[in-house]
Structures are given as C-alpha cells and as structure tokens.
C-alpha cells in the first residue's frame, strides 16, 4: 500500500459543483501539502499544514479550501469549482528539515 | 525569494544517446537542497536525488549523473546511454533557509527517448 494515499484518482465534475480531494498518510509525518501541476507550470503549491491547528497558504490558495482532520489526514475542497481548476493535484507530507517531499499519486480533476 | 529555471522545456534523442538536463536555481540563503524528481508517462512522482548546499561532490548512480556547482548555481542532471524508459517529465527543485517549508519546483523538461 502506498505511503501517501490519494481519492479519487479521477474525476470529472461540471463547473459550480463542490469537490473534495482526499489525502492520508501512514509515515508519520506532521506537514502535509497540497500542490496543483498544469502542464509547462510544474507544481505550483496551494496550501501546506505543519500540524493539526496549522494551515497556511500557497502561492495559489484562492478558490480552495483545506481541512486537516487528524495528523494523518488532510483534505483539499473546491466549493464551487471552475474550468481553469483542471489540474493533476498532488498531496505531500514531509518531515522538518530538508524539505523532501514524499508525494502521493496524484488526482486528476477535471472541472467541464 | 527562490526560484528554479529549468531552460529546457522539451528535449528529444534516440537511444543510447546521452542527454543532459539542465537546472539553474536562485537563493540567498547558504543552507539549501536541491532535488530531481522524474514524472513518467504514468504520472506519479519519483524521488531521485537530493543534494545539499555542502556538498558539492558530484554524484553517479548507474547511468545517471548530477553535476552541482555553486559557482554558477547550478544542479545538472545526465543521463548516459538513454533509455525508452527513461522518457519522463523531469522537474529540478529547490528547498532554502528561509522558505523551509516547501520545495520550489522549476517548471520541468520532457524527455522524449525515441527508439
């Protein structure tokens, strides 16, 4: 099983409806991120939590939401979401120190 | 502020050609680690190498190869007798002292190994 664990996979959704992206992990890390690659951009990041009662924002926050429910857990919403939010999404835990991020698979969302 | 450059945006070779990725990154900080991480066809995220600021042993595993130098700021990465496998997205990225808390990726090169 994988260490960083992403739902769903895939999904295709139309413009104004509510998405959430799930991430969990079992390494044991406390900081937790979510980043968005579009194709030339690279991964751009969105939001990153360093522990429960710890969220702050990305370079790209606006029009997303986060939840860190637990240590292990930590969801990505779209409340109304928009073309331009069609996107591969990674989610990434890390330990303190020198940054290396342990990504999960990746979800692929498309928004019509 | 930092940034990573990745000037390549599409290379293409034939096999067993040797190819070489190009990374130029932008820090004050003195403490920092430089990072590849191969993207396949398949599209998950694959660690490769991490590196940091002092050490600038250059480094082989198998057929692959990374040049670090300080002096131009840069964290090359080879590939020697390329491979169809070996065609990915290849993105170089940058953690520093003051932003800690996240990599900064450049914007990636695909390689194409053509048969």
């Known amino acids: 099983d994988a260490d960083v664990t992403q739902t769903p996979r895939n999904r295709i959704t139309k413009t104004g409806k509510r998405i959430m992206l799930e991430c969990s992990q079992t390494?044991?890390?406390?900081?937790m991120y979510w980043y968005r690659q579009d194709p030339g951009l690279g991964l751009r990041l969105i939001y990153y939590s360093f522990d429960v009662k710890d969220i702050n924002k990305g370079e790209i926050s606006d029009g997303y939401s986060v939840s860190r429910q637990a240590q292990a857990k930590f969801s990505l919403s779209l409340e109304s979401a928009i073309p331009n939010q069609t996107a591969l999404y990674f989610c990434a835990t890390s330990r303190p120190g020198n940054g290396e991020l342990f990504f999960g698979e990746g979800s692929r969302l498309t928004v019509l | 502020a930092q940034k990573v450059t990745q000037a390549q945006t599409e290379i293409s070779v034939v096999e067993k050609e040797d190819v070489t990725l190009d990374c130029v990154y932008e820090?004050?900080?003195?403490?920092?680690?430089l990072f590849w991480y191969k993207q396949p066809p398949s599209g998950e995220l694959v660690f490769l190498i991490r590196?940091?600021?002092?050490?600038?042993q250059n480094e082989i595993s198998g057929r692959y190869s990374w040049n670090f130098q300080k002096s131009t700021s840069s964290f090359n990465f080879t590939i020697t007798a390329s491979q169809v496998v070996d065609s990915a997205v290849y993105f170089c990225?940058?953690?520093?002292?003051?932003?800690?808390?996240?990599?900064?990726f450049g914007k990636g090169t695909l390689l194409t190994v053509n048969p």
């Open positions: 820090t004050r900080d003195t403490t920092y680690y």
């Open positions: 590196r940091n600021s002092f050490d600038e």
């Open positions: 990225a940058l953690n520093s002292g003051g932003s800690n808390y996240k990599l900064t």
């Open positions: 390494k044991g890390h406390d900081r």
